[in-house]
Every structure is written in C-alpha cells, then in structure tokens.
Nanobody, 123 residues
Framework: VQLQASGGGLVQAGGSLTLACAAS????????MAWFRQAPGKEREFVAA????????YYADSVKGRFTISRVNAKNTVYLQMNSLKPEDTAVYYC?????????????????WGQGTLVTVSS
C-alpha cells in the first residue's frame, strides 16, 4: 500500500492538530496502521497504532490521553488527532502500515511508510 501523510504545520503549545494518512493501492481496511515520529537527532519512535481486526488502539505513554488514532475505511484514510500539544511533540510524523497488523509498536514490523509531515509546536 502507498501512504501519504499530510496535515502538519506550526501550532502553539496547548493547541491541536489533525494529521491524515491517505492510502492507495490497497484497502486500508485489511491493514494495521500506526504513527511514528522522529525529532531532530533522535530515533524514530512509536506514537500510536491500531489493529486491523479488533480495532484496538495502542499509544506511547508520552501521548496517551492527548492523541487519538482513528480511521475511515470508506475514505481509505487514517488520522491522528493531537490535542494539548507540547514543544516536545515537535517532530516529523510518519504513518506506517502492515497487512493484517495487530497494533505492533516496533517500527520494524511495518513494511509500508509514508513520506512524513512536520509538526512544530512553539512554546
């Protein structure tokens, strides 16, 4: 599946932003999807994921309660709603997919990646 992330931008601390990941080539309904992020000089880290079968969602502790992963299969699109943003959330955000994925949190589990979208949170 081909993935394209969008929706990044500059936002003040405490604000909200919604990222979108549009899929093409295959139906995202059979994919477990995830969001990762990479800040300058840091490793790419897990943010959120869902399971293709159960719809269960999983979050990194650092974003739990503030971020929500969701999807609209009819639009072949996955979203990341980000609330109460903090300067430490500044990073390039990537969406990733794995066919029949079950909410894996390791980046190695995902063969398909979007190009990334930059989120900058100012203090």
């Amino acid at each position: 599946v081909q993935l394209q992330a969008s929706g990044g931008g500059l936002v003040q601390a405490g604000g909200s932003l919604t990222l979108a990941c549009a899929a093409s080539g295959r139906a995202v309904s059979s994919y477990g999807m995830a969001w990762f992020r990479q800040a300058p000089g840091k490793e790419r880290e897990f943010v959120a994921a869902d399971s293709w079968s159960s719809g269960s969602t999983y979050y990194a502790d650092s974003v739990k309660g503030r971020f929500t992963i969701s999807r609209v299969n009819a639009k072949n699109t996955v979203y990341l709603q980000m609330n109460s943003l903090k300067p430490e959330d500044t990073a390039v955000y990537y969406c990733a997919g794995r066919r029949y994925g079950l909410g894996f949190t390791g980046k190695e589990a995902y063969p398909d990646w979007g190009q990334g979208t930059l989120v900058t949170v100012s203090s």
